[in-house]
């Protein structure tokens, strides 16, 4: 069983950034792709991003290209997604999930990830 843990959620302003973290404790995600999505009130979860294993590729959704960064610190098993120049259209929760396969399948299939965390809430509004 793997656990996810999001964190770095919060409210910002329009133009902000955040940076979310997805660790696993007990887990080494080196190994394994890792993949960030996100759900709006009223709206579908979307795939934002994907960092493969050992950060060999990186795919982003359209809405986010040149915004938002997805990377690794294997020395702290943590995986990030830095989201800069944020948008009202980019509060939603935001989730990490896994299926431990190494490579991503872009775009992500929400049904196709095994494991997820509880999500971390992004607020965007002045």
């Known amino acids: 069983q793997v656990q996810l843990v999001e964190s770095g959620g919060g409210l910002v302003q329009p133009g902000g950034s955040l940076r979310l973290s997805c660790e696993a404790p007990?887990?080494?995600?080196?190994?394994?792709?890792i993949g960030w999505f996100r759900q709006a009130p009223g709206k579908e979860r979307e795939a934002v991003s994907c960092?493969?294993?050992?950060?060999?590729?990186?795919y982003y959704a359209d809405s986010v290209k040149g915004r938002f960064a997805i990377s690794r610190d294997n020395a702290k098993n943590t995986v990030y997604l830095q989201m800069n120049s944020l948008e009202p259209e980019d509060a939603a929760v935001y989730y990490c999930?896994?299926?431990?396969?190494?490579?991503?399948?872009?775009?992500?299939?929400?049904?196709?990830?095994?494991?997820w965390g509880k999500g971390t809430l992004v607020t965007v509004s002045s």
């Open positions: 999930a896994t299926d431990t396969l190494s490579n991503c399948r872009w775009p992500l299939k929400d049904y196709g990830m095994e494991f």
């Open positions: 007990g887990f080494n995600l080196d190994y394994y792709l």
């Open positions: 960092i493969s294993s050992f950060s060999s590729s990186t």
